[in-house]
């Protein structure tokens, strides 16, 4: 391979492994979406008050790794059924806007009380697979990318397990084609919404976990969401296939305008590829790749 | 606003749409122009009037939102974007080419409604949800833009210094003439939201609000009117964005992130969506709240927190009640302050015979 092929690859495995770790994260935003038809604006803030909690468990002398994933399972899986009783659920049948609303104050909720609460210093999670980079061909991977990248598969392979073989998984999609249809079946609707906003705290509490390591947990942990936006407008907001593509290929799409356009413009085309591309997704094909086609034409 | 309102009847839709509801409000305006223009600037001490500067501005932007989602009902993240359009904008004229503010605050204005307009046009297409993701990615694009190009940000602080305004020669330079400077261009906002939500434009932005269709059949064209509430909402923002610049003297991106957004957003919510007089509350409310949280935190929080972690816990305690007021008067009181004070009103109005 020539130099610059090598260097096209490299990129293109490294924005791939950074693509599926924002996959998992927008996979929260995508399951919810589906469920509730909510737009979960604090998909980030969710990662970055997962990882806090990683992060104060790891302080403790001694505490395992295996426990504070357990611990931030559990309270994250609790906060996303307090989060649908408390706020969403009064919310319900209001104009899409409100909830849109609801959910930036939430985000600035968390991401004003969380350093108050566990303090401001930047903290590492570090995991027990070292820092060696993994060497594939020419692109050497640091080893959080491709545990990231490993988590998000499997997850994905989860639910789509969920989805199409469990009892609750057909419920819940069920619930997200007709709410009233799948209440009349019998189904306690309300129940699914909270299990969905349950899952999207799971799926945060792996990604703050990975996204935790890699970063360090602050405050700009939750800058992280910012990026959910581009992948599930890409993907389709209620596909959750849309969002493993949507995530790979805003990954690429990234680190390639990152190597290559860097030079020109002094660097930070990482940060802004993306939105350029959604910009012009939602331009020509608002619904996305793989998303249903219900938007409405005003 | 302070009276009582026995024994007049209006006859006419033009009398119910009038500007003064009832003869005797000309006397309570007459009233609160005294107390701002003469009784307020000769009494109150210079750090106050800093403060009622500060809302001055925040009520121009907060208006200028209000316009977009309290009456067009097209939801905007990128309110600050279009803020600092108008910062950087007037900071380059009056630096470059020296011009004075009566030129730059509304070429600011425009620049930023020609901005505004094309993240709106997103809004012709898409609606809900797809609006705020767009202009939240406008929000970050104009962000990173401004921070980057140095012709427009004018280096590497990303930050432009400016003159304070001056008209025939007398400069407004102390917390006390800028009082006036910023008095006046918040009430001509007022004055003119007051206009534009009583007329045509006004009634066409509440109907595409209320029903779009609706709206279309009767005769609405809503594309005109999305884009003219983008343009008319991001003129608002523009021109408040050159007032900071020229209230604090510098133009400088961080003062218009992406939280400045929410700020703005809280603002109307809390105050209330539709209302002018929601705008002027919510304003005034999120700029005393930090400062009653400064307070509180100096006296109380000393106990808890060290004076090192002092300035991250405000104002991370400042965002987190901001967020929690938001989806507080959202699920509690969807139309804001303006409610509760249309709710006292209306008690006091047939007080103290309710019966």
């Known amino acids: ?298 | 606003m302070f009276h009582r309102e026995s024994g007049f009847f209006k006859t006419t839709y033009a009398a119910d749409a009038a500007l003064y509801p009832l003869p005797i409000a000309k006397w309570t305006v007459a009233a609160l122009a005294l107390l701002f223009v003469v009784i307020i600037p000769l009494t109150v001490h210079e750090y106050y009037l800093s403060i009622l500067n500060l809302i001055f501005i925040a009520i121009v932007g907060a208006l200028g939102l209000n316009i977009l989602v309290g009456y067009t009902g097209q939801i905007s993240i990128g309110h600050a974007a279009f803020m600092s359009v108008g910062a950087y904008t007037a900071a380059n004229l009056a630096v470059k080419l020296g011009l004075p503010f009566w030129i730059t605050l509304p070429a600011g204005g425009l620049m930023a409604a020609a901005i505004g307009v094309i993240v709106g046009m997103p809004s012709l297409r898409i609606k809900g949800l797809y609006l705020a993701i767009a202009t939240l990615a406008g929000q970050l694009i104009i962000e990173w833009t401004i921070n980057r190009v140095p012709a427009i940000s004018g280096g590497a602080q990303a930050s432009i210094e400016v003159d304070r305004p001056s008209l025939f020669g007398f400069s407004f330079n102390t917390q006390g003439s800028l009082y006036f400077f910023l008095l006046f261009f918040a009430v001509l906002a007022i004055i003119a939201t007051l206009n534009l939500a009583r007329s045509r434009i006004g009634r066409a932005f509440v109907a595409v609000r209320d029903q779009d269709i609706a709206a279309e059949i009767i005769g609405i064209n809503i594309y005109r009117y999305k884009l003219l509430a983008f343009a008319i909402s991001s003129f608002y923002a523009g021109v408040c964005g050159v007032l900071y610049t020229y209230y604090f003297g510098i133009a400088n991106y961080e003062q218009f992130q992406l939280i400045v957004s929410i700020d703005y957003l809280a603002m109307i919510i809390i105050g209330g969506l539709g209302s002018v007089l929601g705008s002027i509350f919510g304003a005034v409310f999120v700029t005393l709240l930090p400062i009653v949280i400064r307070i509180f935190m100096e006296d109380v929080g000393s106990l808890f927190f060290t004076t090192a972690e002092m300035a991250n816990v405000i104002s991370g305690l400042r965002l987190g009640v901001f967020g929690g007021l938001i989806i507080f008067f959202l699920i509690v009181e969807p139309e804001g302050l303006n409610r509760l004070w249309r709710n006292i009103r209306s008690y006091f109005r047939v007080w103290p015979f309710s019966y």
């Open chain 1, 1 to 298: 391979m020539s130099e610059d092929l090598e260097f096209a690859f490299a990129l293109i495995l490294n924005g791939a492994s950074i693509g599926l770790m924002y996959s998992l994260i927008a996979l929260g935003f995508v399951l919810v979406y589906k469920a509730t038809d909510a737009i979960n604006f604090a998909q980030g803030e969710f990662v970055m008050l997962a990882g806090l909690i990683v992060a104060v468990v790891l302080g403790f002398e001694g505490a395992p790794l295996i426990a504070a994933i357990v611990i931030v399972v559990a309270v994250m899986i609790g906060f996303g059924f307090g989060l649908e009783r408390v706020v969403l659920r009064p919310l319900l049948g209001r104009p899409v806007v409100a909830v849109i609303m609801a959910t930036i104050g939430l985000a600035a909720m968390l991401r004003g009380l969380g350093p108050v609460i566990f303090g401001s210093e930047t903290r590492a999670v570090s995991l027990p697979i070292g820092d060696e980079p993994i060497v594939l061909g020419p692109a050497s991977l640091p080893p959080v990318q491709v545990l990231g990248a490993v988590v998000a598969i499997l997850f994905f392979l989860a639910f789509s397990w969920f989805f199409k073989k469990s009892r609750m998984g057909v419920a819940m999609r069920a619930v997200a084609d007709n709410q009233q249809v799948a209440q009349a079946m019998g189904i306690n609707v309300e129940r699914y919404f909270a299990l969905a906003w349950a899952m999207a705290g799971v799926v945060s509490a792996l990604g703050g976990v990975v996204w935790g390591s890699m970063l360090g947990v602050d405050v700009h942990l939750a800058l992280v969401g910012l990026k959910v936006f581009p992948v599930v407008i890409l993907g389709g907001l209620d596909s959750i296939g849309g969002a493993l593509v949507g995530g790979l290929i805003i990954g690429i799409v990234e680190s390639l305008a990152a190597g290559y356009l860097d030079p020109y413009v002094g660097g930070g085309t990482k940060d802004f590829a993306p939105y350029v591309l959604m910009i012009l997704v939602l331009m020509i094909r608002p619904y996305g790749i793989f998303g249903k086609r219900k938007i409405e034409r005003v």
